[in-house]
C-alpha cells in the first residue's frame, strides 16, 4: 500500500508562484511513475505533469509549471510559477506501480487527497 501526502497548496495572486510537494511512503518510490493532476468542482480530474526517468506536461502548463522528484526523499513536487486564475484546483499526486509516465487518471493506482490552489486575479 502507497500512502500519498500533498503539502504546499494555499492562496496566491495572479503571476506569483507556489510549490507543491507529495510525500510518498513506498519502498520502491524510484520505480514509480509519478504525476499531478488537478479538478475543479463540476469538471473531470485534468492531467498537468508526470515523471518517471522524464517529464511531460499539459499544453496549459508547459513552460510555466515543473514537475521533479527527490528519490531519497519519497517526494515529487510541481514548481508552479507564473500563476493564472484558471489555474485554480485542487491537486492531486497520483504514483502508478510502473516506471512509466501517463497522462491518463484511471492508470494510476494510487492518490494523495489533494491540495487547494487558489489563484487570485
Known amino acids: 500500500q502507497v500512502q500519498l501526502v500533498e503539502s504546499g497548496g494555499g492562496l496566491v495572486q495572479a503571476g506569483g508562484s507556489l510549490k507543491l510537494s507529495c510525500a510518498s511512503s513506498?519502498?520502491?518510490?524510484?520505480?514509480?511513475?509519478m504525476a499531478w493532476f488537478r479538478q475543479v468542482p463540476g469538471k473531470e480530474r485534468e492531467f498537468v505533469a508526470a515523471?518517471?526517468?522524464?517529464?511531460t506536461y499539459a499544453d496549459s502548463v508547459k513552460g510555466r509549471f515543473t514537475i521533479s522528484r527527490d528519490n531519497a526523499k519519497n517526494t515529487v513536487y510541481l514548481q508552479m510559477n507564473s500563476l493564472k486564475p484558471e489555474d485554480t484546483a485542487a491537486y492531486y499526486c497520483?504514483?502508478?506501480?510502473?516506471?512509466?509516465?501517463?497522462?491518463?487518471?484511471?492508470?494510476?493506482?494510487?492518490w494523495g487527497r489533494g491540495t487547494q490552489v487558489t489563484v487570485s486575479s
Open positions: 515523471i518517471s526517468y522524464s517529464s
Open positions: 497520483a504514483a502508478r506501480l510502473l516506471s512509466v509516465r501517463s497522462m491518463v487518471p484511471r492508470e494510476y493506482e494510487y
Open positions: 513506498g519502498r520502491a518510490f524510484s520505480r514509480y511513475g
